[in-house]
Structure formats: C-alpha cells, structure tokens
C-alpha cells in the first residue's frame, strides 16, 4: 500500500495541470484557530523550518503540501546502479533522482524545473507567492500554493494547510474575514475523500474548539477526523490533558495525539527540530509514561501515513470508477465540438446537407430526436390541421348572426316594390354569401400557424439535431436568415390561394350541387303550400266583408290605420304624420315559413361548403408552403451560401467553442493519463 499515496500526487499533479475539480482526490485537510500550532505540526512532521511565522494570520492561501519519501543519496547512488531490472529502474525514475545531491528539497508547481535545496528560500517563495496574489494586507485567497518536499526523514503524505480560524478582523483585513476562511475550510473538507486533520491548543477548552466543530458539522460521525492537541507543556500547574487524550471529554474516531511544539524562544534560538522531538518524548515519558508511545509528533506521522493509505484503498474503487465516468463525458463533449475545419467547401455542404436533411426529416417525423415534452414539426402541422382549425370550422354556426328579422328584410329587399309570390333566390344568395364569408378568416389563421411551425423547426434543428452548427455562430444566423426568408416568400403566396378559394366559393353558388338536396325537398314543399295558399286565400275572398264595411269597422274599433307601413329593420312603425308607434304584430304565417325556407338553405349549403374548405385549405397549405420548402431547402441554402467569398466568413469558429474544445481535450487527456496511473495499481498493492 506505500505506493497509493505517491499515485495520489500524480492524479493531483494531473488534475492541478488542467485546473478541474471535478475529482475529489483523498488528502488530509489541516484545521485549527489562529496561532492553535498547525504550523508548527506541519514543520515538526517534514523535520525542517519552512512555513512563514508572525504575529496574527500568516498562512493566507491554501498550502497542499506533498511529502514524498525518497532514499537518501547514498541509497539512490546504490539503487541507479541497480537500475538494470526494470523494478530498479521504475524506483530510480521515481523517487530516487540521481541527479540531486541534497539530502533534502522542495519543488513549487508555479516554479517549474527549479528545485530548492535551502528551505529558508522555501519560506521567502511561499511569502512572495502569497502577497502576489493577496497583497501586502492580511486578506486572503482561496487559490492554493503547491509544494513538494522530498526527504528520507518523512512519511508518504498529502496535507493542505489552511489559514487559522479568526473572529475579528485586525488591521486592514476585510470585514468578513470570519465567513471567507470559514466558506474557504468547508470547501475543502465538505469532501467526502478527504481525513480532517482538527487542531487545538490544550490550553483552551476542547469543547470550544472551532476546529472540533467545524469537523463535525461535515462528518457528524466523526469517521474521518483525527484529533491532534498542542501546546501539552503550555497547561496550567496542576492539570493534564489525560481525559482528552484518552478521548473522555470529546470522544473521535479516529483517535486524539497529543504533541508538543517548540515555543517562540526556542523558535529565536534556532533550536532545531530534531531536538525538540527528543524534549518531547522526553516530557512525555515523564508527563504522560502510560501513553507516550501513542502521542508525540513521530506517531502522528505514522498515524497520519496508515490512515491516509487505508482511506485511499478505500476510496479507489469509487475514484476509478468516477474517472471512467467523466472519460466517457468529456469523450462525448468533444466529439460534440467536432474537428477543425481543414476543406472549408465540403465542410459547408456538409452542414447544408445535414441541415435541409434533419429539417424534412422534422417535418416527416423520421428525425433521430423525437420530442417527448410536445408536438413539433409534422405532428404539430396534423394537429392544426385536424384539430385547430377543423374544431374551429365546426364551431361556426351556419346561422350564427341571422336573425329572423334580418332573413325576412332580405327576402323583402329581394322583391322590390311588387309582392312575391315565390321565395326570391336573390335572397338566400346573398346571406348564404355572409355566411361562407366567415369561413376566410379561421382559414388565414392555419396558414399563419402553421408557417409558425416551420419557423419553430428551424431552432428545433439547430438545437438538437446539428451540433455544427454551435461551432459557426456566422453560418448558423446566414442559415436562419435563409430559411426565414424563403418562408417569409411563400407565406403571401399561401395566404393568396386560401383567399381565393373562400373567393372561388362566393362567385358561384351552385344550387345544383349533389349534396345540395335539401334545394329540392323544400322547392315541393313550398309549392304545396302555396297552393294550400291560393285555395284558402279563395274562400276567405267569398267570406270577407266590403272594403267599405271593414274600413268603418275598424274606425269605430279604434284600429290603426298604419299597420301596413310597418318595417321590420327598424325599431318602431311609422304612420303618414312620421309620428312613432311600438311595432306589435308577429310574423304572419307565410313570412315564418319563408324564413325557414331560407334558413334550411343556408345551413344545407353552408356545411357543403365548409366541408370544402375544412378539405382543401390544408391541402392549399401542403402544396404552396411546406412541401415547396421541403423540395427547395437545399437549393437555396446553395444558392444563397455557397459563395467563395463568404467560406471564410461563414466557417469562421466562435472564441469560446474553440476554447471549450481545448479544455475539454486536456481535461479528456487527464483523465486518460489518471486512469492509466489507477490502472497500474495492481489488486495485492491494496491489501
């Protein structure tokens, strides 16, 4: 299992290269207040003075922190000479490096092929870093710094240190530097892959300790944090830090390791760090002799080194598995990009083709993507077709509009100053006229929508079905703009048949229709009731009264004289003084039925027509507007577009398409390197 941890640093290296953080690598996350010793922890663990001291916040960017165990030069002198069997050779490749006389040294990710062999040069590059990206104020920043130490003195390990844990802003440090570093610490150890490292003083309250808490919010069982308490030799006369140690005042999972740092004078007399590991397992055999072989900065190390191992066996199967995962995404997004133009002329016609192609198809209903959400193309063309506008035919009244009153003015208007003995065609004529007259408007409307449609599919195509199209932001507006066009040519013509064929129906009305039975039905039936007419009109002429007689009748009754001046139109009678009088008499029998005569008519001769209508205006529709698109798409996108003075213009790739595509091939060549890295790992290095 040694060898998980330096796998580990190669997938970060990897992933760093490309800036994604789209894989949670496992690490191990330091947290603690400010001045709690994190610091310290870190320097007591490489062996070595490195990380920048002062007084208030120090660290103020995210340190990873690599430390790779290598031989020592002795041993990598021996090992490139055993560097004939290809174990050799791997290990001289990796960990040896032959051409490196220090014992120790440090590599920034930022200072590539420079190698630093004084560690004090080390600090001075972590403070220039720092104050590049934050200033010379005591602000932040959440871009990290990468450092790698090789040592023989050190464990296989991967830290990030983060900045201390504050409440009060000091100096000219922002206001919300409390939430900053606290959103900056959950971020990183809100993964799930990573061991949270708490540190905090003995000398405070564990049970206020900020590090405790903000662990336990995101791991609230406590299986992937580890405890470390500082500063034992700091504690009160007369107290220990037994009850925490032994885990009784806050119990953790993984354990609590008591350490104990070098203070600031030993800090300024530059006593070194060896030294100061012998004074701590010298108090400790002494302070704490039951449990001086579990606490001390050694068995952190070790501790740390196992549980990070261990994590990493344990995480692997599912990391493996996620970098397969994004292999196949970032594999599909780039495809979805497609190639660099290298013959601009069959490049064009090729995305003509497959254009016109994906937009008959649409229209067809053979389309590789088929919406599931909502009716497009030609589904949605036989919708408005059968649907929209046969519903809205079939909900017009053949009568609607046509009163009793206005039948008979017209029947009365149609015989002039003499009265009729017949029903006058004229009459029907013109009001069946009306009638079919309302049928244009709902026609015009289907045309309109479905001309709506036609454009719908034109972003349907460019969304779903040609990805090529996203490359050329030039080619696909000219595209549109073509295609708009020509339905934008088509539409008057279409708008033009369907008015004329409301025309064709109003210049002729063709009594003789076959459908049109009724004309003959109520042609007999008129007829016998006119002569039902003749012959009672016969005997009420021998029954009836002197003109004379009748007049004087109707004086001494009192009658109004002016009943024969009465108007339907209008809304009262007048008699010979223009004096208005309410109108008071009903239709007499002969008028009823000669209304219902004309109103059988209209309505037989109304639904003939707009069967007619309901039948050839989708018909009209298909011949004049879709299928001449279907037939002419291609030629005119040709036409219009393949020019050679605009193929440059027109294939000319938008900034960001071509910017995806690059990060999406380094992030698709990480993730191929990290699965081969993962895939070296061989099952019996797991166990």
């Known amino acids: ?29 330091v947290v603690g207040s400010q001045s709690s010793g994190k610091s310290s922890v870190l320097e007591s663990i490489v062996g070595q003075d490195f990380l920048p001291r002062g007084s208030g916040i120090v660290t103020r960017r995210p340190l990873v922190l690599q430390l790779i165990h290598v031989g020592s030069p002795e041993d990598r002198k021996q090992a490139l000479a055993a560097g004939d069997n290809e174990r050799g ?4 490749t990796i960990n ?21 062999t004084d560690f004090d040069e080390i600090r001075q590059e972590i403070e220039s870093e720092t104050e590049r990206t934050t200033g010379n104020n005591k602000g932040i920043s959440p871009e990290p710094i990468h450092l790698k130490i090789y040592s023989p003195h050190v464990l296989n390990l991967t830290l990030v240190d983060l900045p201390g844990i504050t409440k009060v802003p000091v100096g000219d440090q922002p206001q919300d530097i409390e939430v900053q570093i606290r959103e900056m610490i959950l971020a990183y150890i809100g993964n799930p892959n990573c061991i949270i490292l708490a540190v905090t003083a003995a000398n405070t309250d564990m049970a206020t300790s900020e590090a405790l808490k903000l662990a336990r919010d995101v791991d609230p069982d406590g299986r992937r944090t580890l405890a470390v308490v500082t500063k034992l030799d700091l504690m009160d006369a007369g107290t220990d830090a037994m009850d925490v140690l032994m885990g009784r005042v806050i119990p953790v999972k993984l354990g609590i390791i008591g350490v104990v740092n070098r203070s600031q004078h030993d800090i300024n007399i530059r006593k070194s760090i060896a030294e100061a590991t012998q004074d701590e397992q010298a108090f400790l055999q002494r302070k704490y002799p039951s449990l001086a072989n579990r606490n001390g900065t050694k068995y952190l190390a ?3 080194n196992r549980l990070l191992m261990h994590h990493i066996r344990d995480c692997l199967p599912e990391l493996k598995t996620r970098v397969n995962v994004l292999t196949a995404q970032y594999q599909s997004v780039l495809n979805s990009y497609g190639e660099p133009v290298e013959d601009p002329n069959a490049t064009l016609l ?9 937009y008959c198809n649409t229209i067809e209903g053979t389309a590789k993507n088929i919406e599931t959400s909502e009716l497009c193309g030609g589904a949605r063309i036989c919708y408005i077709f059968h649907e929209t506008f046969g519903r809205t035919l079939e909900s017009i009244d053949p009568l609607s509009g046509l009163t009793m009153l206005d039948i008979l003015t017209a029947i009365r208007n149609a015989t002039g100053p003499r009265p009729a003995l017949f029903v006058p065609e004229v009459s029907f004529e013109l009001l069946v006229k009306r009638q079919i007259k309302r049928l244009e408007e709902p026609s015009l409307r289907c045309v309109e929508l479905v001309h709506e449609e036609l ?6 195509c460019t969304t779903y079905n040609t990805q090529e199209l996203l490359r050329f932001p ?5 595209i549109v703009e073509v295609v708009t066009g020509l339905l934008r040519k088509r539409l008057p013509i279409t708008n033009d048949m369907v008015h004329n064929l409301v025309a064709i129906e109003l210049a002729y009305i063709n009594t003789k229709h076959p459908d049109f039975t009724d004309a003959a039905l109520v042609s007999a039936s008129v007829n016998s009731a006119q002569t039902e007419t003749v012959q009672d009109s016969s005997r009420r002429w021998k029954s009836e009264k002197p003109a004379d007689e009748r007049i004087s009748e109707e004086k001494t009754k009192g009658t109004p004289q002016n009943s024969a001046f009465n108007s339907p139109s209008r809304g009262h009678a007048v008699n010979l003084l223009d004096a208005p009088v309410p109108v008071s008499r009903k239709l007499t029998p002969r008028e009823h039925r000669d209304c219902e005569v004309i109103q059988r008519l209209i ?9 007619s209508i309901q039948d050839s205006v989708p018909k009209t529709v298909m011949h004049f507007l879709v299928n001449f698109v279907k037939e002419h798409l291609q030629s005119e996108l040709v036409g219009q577009l393949y020019k050679s003075q605009l193929l440059d213009g027109l294939l000319t790739e938008s900034e960001d398409m071509a910017l995806q595509r690059i990060e999406a091939a380094n992030m698709l060549k990480a993730l191929q390197k990290a699965s081969h890295i993962i895939s070296e790992i061989r099952e019996t290095q797991l166990w």
């Open 1 to 29: 299992m040694d060898a998980l941890i330096p796998v580990v640093n190669k997938l970060q290296e990897i992933f760093l290269t490309v800036g994604a953080e789209v894989i949670q690598l496992p690490q191990i996350v």
């Open 89 to 92: 050779a791997k290990q001289n």
């Open 96 to 116: 040896c490096h032959p051409g490196i006389k220090a014992e120790q040294w440090g590599t920034f990710l930022h200072c590539k092929n420079k190698i630093f």
């Open 302 to 304: 070790k501790t740390l």
């Open 350 to 358: 090729q995305i003509i083709t497959k254009f016109a192609t994906e």
């Open 455 to 460: 454009q719908r599919i034109i972003q349907h």
């Open 474 to 478: 030039k080619l696909h507006d000219s």
């Open 603 to 611: 309505k037989s001769y109304f639904l003939i027509v707009r069967k």
